[in-house]
């Protein structure tokens, strides 16, 4: 039996586990203490924010950032529909209302005509949305410039979920950096890990703030224990933002390594009829955290589904890209704009096993697989 090759798994570096061992030595086995606030700031100075909170995980930085604004029971809030559901279920956490949004075909991500559509019917009936949730997916940013325009003429904050884009760029800056606050996971699957956990950056003091005091249950500064307000659970270990740090310190050469099988993928891959990979949108860097690709089965000789199951069948791990949450019975009812691009992009999508630390002979397995399911291949 071959060894499985999975979608994404952790890929340690050289530093990780001395930091973990200092953490034990120094007795920081707690949800505070030198490396969260190392990790901290080494993280705000490789994104540029001013400010990041280590959390529990990108959902409760997603949550907290969401709470910070205010946003409650009779707000709605524009997000991504192409998405998973930690961009979407927060919103619902404190009781506010969903607006799903299609994707654009340059890069996957929040389509800003829809935006705009969007807010000027809010706008028309004397509205307004509480929030923009733009999602950057499989690694690359959405058309910040373009949405953030928007979200200055109406009014409406911006909270970036960057969860999957850590390490990309658009026009120079990190995606996460240009909203109100944004978001990054640190699970066990994304381009580095803690195994689990999230941070939050933002570039303004108070939030940063409140963001750290509603994640360690609310405290108010007095020695017996002070609450004005509800709080959370949600500060991130000591012991895992050693972890973190060392992640952060290989960050780039996972990046590198990621575009490389990407490269591969693309080499090995690219003379297949009804292939299509993701595209590079022409406003910055593409970490291809996932190697993504459509498939238009007629011209391939397969379907999506086919070619998953025979890569299984071989011990390789594929999935489908992320179905819209507009689609999804928990958000069924939900208003939804568009939806043709993401529900195309799902039914057509495929994500090849892509983690860092793969070989050139894990890479030629999977492109074998893919091979013989095509068309040609029968010839
Ligand atoms: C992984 C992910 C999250 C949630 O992060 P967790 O750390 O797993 O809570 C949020 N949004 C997107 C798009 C993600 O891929």
Not at 123 to 134: D, R, S
Not at 165 to 173: D, I, M, N, V
Not at 257 to 281: I, K, N, Q, S, W
Request: proline share 5%; glycine share 8%.
């Amino acid at each position: 039996m071959t060894d499985r090759l999975y979608l994404s798994p952790p890929h340690i570096g050289p530093d990780e586990l001395a930091l973990v061992t200092e953490a034990f030595e120094t007795n920081w086995v707690a949800p505070v203490g030198p490396h969260v606030d190392a990790f901290e700031r080494e993280f705000a100075a490789y994104v540029g924010a001013e400010h990041a909170v280590a959390l529990s995980s990108g959902t409760a930085a997603l949550h907290l950032a969401l709470r910070d604004l205010g946003i409650g029971p009779g707000d709605e809030v524009l997000v991504s529909t192409l998405t998973f559901c930690a961009s979407v279920n927060p919103i619902l956490y404190e009781g506010a209302t969903p607006v799903f949004v299609d994707s654009e075909r340059a890069s996957w991500n929040l389509d800003p005509n829809w935006v705009e559509d969007a807010f000027r019917q809010r706008a028309a009936a004397g509205k307004q949305f509480a929030a923009l949730v733009p999602v950057h997916l499989y690694g690359q940013s959405a058309d910040l410039d373009a949405l953030a325009a928007l979200c200055e003429r109406y009014g409406v904050p911006m909270i970036e979920d960057a969860a999957e884009a850590l390490g990309a760029s658009y026009k120079g800056r990190s995606p996460g950096t240009t909203g109100r606050a944004g978001i990054y996971s640190f699970n066990g699957n994304k381009i580095i890990t803690t195994s689990g956990g999230g941070m939050l950056v933002t570039d303004r003091a108070e939030t940063a703030a409140h963001v750290k005091k509603m994640a360690t249950q609310a405290r108010e500064p007095a020695a017996h224990y002070e609450h004005a307000e509800v709080g959370f659970n949600y500060r991130l270990s000591n012991v895992l933002a050693g972890i973190g740090r060392g992640q952060l310190r290989v960050l780039d050469d996972r990046v590198n390594a990621r575009r490389r099988v990407y490269e591969a993928y693309r080499e090995a891959l690219g003379d297949l009829p009804g292939l299509t990979f993701m595209p590079e949108a022409e406003w910055g860097r593409h970490t291809r955290w996932l190697t993504c690709l459509t498939i238009d089965a007629e011209a391939f000789g397969a379907t999506p589904e086919a070619v998953r199951l025979a890569l299984e069948a071989e011990n390789i791990e594929a999935r489908p890209v992320w179905k819209p949450m507009h689609l999804q019975p928990v958000y069924a009812g939900y208003e939804s704009i568009g939806g043709a691009v993401a529900e195309d992009l799902f039914a057509r999508g495929l994500c090849l096993p892509s983690g860092s630390a793969m070989t050139e002979g894990d890479i030629a397995r999977v492109v074998e697989a893919v091979r013989a399911c095509a068309a040609t291949a029968a010839a």
